[in-house]
């Protein structure tokens, strides 16, 4: 089968022809239909040797949807799975054996510094590819009727905007409140819909394309601006009579992105951190930060989330703003993502379901 793989640190993916894999014991075989692309991806490909624990080579591929066509002698006692189902797989594969992992919370797994591997397509063999071996029924969530090209991004996108939604206090996440979400992307867009489907909340968004704020206000976001210099006064203004904001999702994570959010914050407010940027935050006190101030860094989210996104994008509560690829055309889609020139979520189909 061709599969896109990383075979050595510092060389770009390849699609190379690779054996399908027979599933043993627990494992369960996909044919894969869909595969989204990430900026974490790019961050892999760009790995230097040692950055990070995976061993080369691996194929790509960590937000993947398809269907069950052979399962393991072991994989599904009394018929819990059946070949032809269709699922999304819950990526975050941790060590299958702590009681994070045991609670399908991989994403915190306590052993995950052990490990060298973070997942599918994540140091194991991911779903840029024909096929995907899965180690266990409990990495699949069914889809029903759902497009691929909307499954797979709920579970990494979806799941991991959902989860830092669900990370807001119970407060401002049930009494409603104002949140800025800052970057308006693959995750960005997201969030705004699961913020606008599943809180009261008032919903304000800021990004540095004219492109993003359409799509924050088709998203079902409140209020949407570009960021400039007047940003922070912008959104005071707009934040009620507080003159200030309840909680920032920030998805870009730069130096500038986390210096507004700081700015726009309420005493008590909560700063969900996301974006991979670089920016930095001094924690001092005496310091500047609003009193009350609250930080958290969420990774990914839990199984369970999981099944809670595919039911909202099943219910059509919230919907992907997808651009597909044939895999024969991973680079080009890999150097839209790199160029920011993407519209939406790239998601890699088969050659043969391709428009
Ligand atoms: C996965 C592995 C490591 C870093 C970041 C990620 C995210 O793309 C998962 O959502
Ligand atoms: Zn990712
Ligand atoms: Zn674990």
């Known amino acids: 089968m061709r599969a896109l793989r990383l075979l050595e640190w510092g060389r770009r993916p390849e699609l190379t022809e690779v054996e399908r894999p027979v599933p043993k014991g627990t494992e369960v075989l996909v044919r894969v239909e869909a595969a989204g692309l990430c900026r974490s991806d790019l961050h892999v490909a760009d790995s230097a040797p040692g950055d990070l624990p995976y061993r080369t080579p691996f194929t790509l591929g960590h937000e993947v949807a398809g269907r069950i066509t052979e399962l393991g002698p072991d994989a599904a006692p009394g018929g819990a799975a059946v070949a032809g189902e269709r699922v999304v797989l819950y990526g975050p594969w941790g060590c299958a054996e702590c009681e994070r992992c045991a609670a399908g919370r991989d994403n915190y797994c306590d052993r995950r510094n052990t490990l060298d591997w ?78 606008s489907a599943t809180t009261p909340c008032r919903v304000l968004a800021v990004d540095v394309r004219e492109a993003a704020l ?95 996104v595919v039911a909202l994008a099943r219910s059509g509560a919230i919907r992907v703003e997808t651009e597909e690829f044939p895999l024969s055309a991973a680079a080009e889609a890999f150097g839209r993502l790199r160029a920011g020139r993407g519209r939406g979520r790239a998601v890699l189909v088969p050659d043969d379901a391709a428009s």
């Open 214 to 308: 359409a799509l924050a206000q088709r998203s079902g976001a409140d209020f949407a601006t570009l960021i400039r210099p007047d940003t922070a006064d912008e959104l005071r203004a707009r934040a009620g009579h507080a003159r200030a904001l309840d909680a920032v999702l920030d998805f870009a994570g730069t130096e500038e992105t986390v210096e507004l959010a700081t700015r726009v914050l309420r005493p008590g407010g909560e700063l969900a951190l996301v974006g991979s940027g670089g920016g930095q935050l001094t924690v001092r006190k005496p310091g500047f930060l609003p009193p009350g101030f609250r930080l958290s860094l969420p990774f990914w989210g839990s199984r369970a989330e999981l099944a809670e």
């Open 118 to 195: 973070h997942g599918v397509g994540l140091g194991r063999d991911g779903g840029m590819a024909e096929y995907v071996l899965v180690p266990s029924t409990r990495y699949l969530v069914p889809i029903g009727g759902l497009p691929a090209s909307q499954a797979a991004p709920l579970s990494d996108a979806g799941l991991t905007s959902y989860h830092a939604v669900a990370g807001l206090s119970r407060s401002l996440r049930e009494g409603g409140g104002s949140v800025l979400v800052i970057g308006v992307g693959g995750l960005g867009h997201l969030a705004v819909q699961v913020l």
